[in-house]
């Protein structure tokens, strides 16, 4: 009598194609759950909770790797205020906002925060850049400095460079002309208009844009002051 096989029992079966094939196909499946899995990306951050120290840690780390006005200082933390009352409705704002006014003031007090300073520091690194007073201005407004304290940056400036208003304007214009490679710095010919238009863009007059860009390799040669 022979011995019937156990249904159960796969130890005949398991290893034939068809199983071996399955069994490669659940492992796959798994794997790819996996990837998947660590594709997902987290759910959103929760804003904490607004305290003093956190304020200060916050706005410490902050200034560790950008320099910044007050104002400026003043909008990204505000931001912080914001995005967590949102969250923690039981916050009041207007407590929150105290604490960020007694910080700048702290700030201002051990010299993290000094906005002639800063406006000193960026004046003269847009000069550098080839940025004309007009768009120094500007960016500077919008770094929230007041025009008087920019202006005030812009006279230092142009007295330990030994310069008037007049020249540093030039000598900014020559450092765009020579990073376009236009003007006296051009290697080829190239459209008058357009970099007019360039110039115009960064905040030249019409008058120091057409000096600048009529100028020969020769002129500078001549200039004393290049």
């Known amino acids: 009598m022979s011995r019937s096989e156990d249904p159960d029992d796969n130890s005949k079966t398991s290893g034939s194609p068809k199983n071996i094939k399955a069994e490669t196909a659940t492992a796959r499946g798994h794997a790819q759950n996996s990837r998947d899995d660590r594709k997902k990306p987290p759910?959103?951050?929760i804003p904490k909770k607004i305290t003093e120290t956190y304020l200060h840690n916050a706005g410490l780390y902050y200034l560790q790797r950008f320099a910044a006005s007050s104002g400026q200082f003043r909008t990204v933390m505000q931001r912080k205020i914001d995005n967590s009352c949102r969250h923690h409705v039981d916050q009041d704002r207007d407590q929150c906002l105290t604490l960020l006014n007694a910080l700048v003031i702290k700030f201002e007090n051990v010299g993290l925060l000094n906005d002639e300073g800063y406006a000193r520091g960026m004046v003269i690194s847009?000069?550098?850049r080839g940025l004309s007073e007009r768009a120094i201005l500007m960016r500077l407004q919008n770094k929230g400095l007041s025009e008087p304290q920019i202006r005030a940056a812009l006279i230092e400036?142009?007295?330990?460079?030994?310069?008037?208003?007049?020249?540093s304007e030039r000598q900014a214009a020559l450092k765009l002309a020579r990073k376009k490679r236009l003007g006296?710095?051009?290697?080829?010919?190239?459209d008058f208009n357009k970099a007019l238009a360039a110039f115009a863009r960064a905040g030249f007059s019409f008058d120091v844009a057409q000096n600048i860009l009529r100028l020969t390799p020769d002129d500078l040669n001549d200039d004393p002051g290049e």
Not at 157 to 167: G, I, K, L, M
Not at 184 to 190: D, I, L, R
Request: no cysteine; aromatic share 12%; hydrophobic share 35%.
């Open 126 to 128: 847009l000069r550098r």
């Open 43 to 45: 759910g959103p951050k």
């Open 157 to 167: 400036f142009n007295e330990e460079n030994q310069v008037n208003a007049s020249q």
């Open 184 to 190: 006296p710095y051009a290697v080829a010919e190239f």
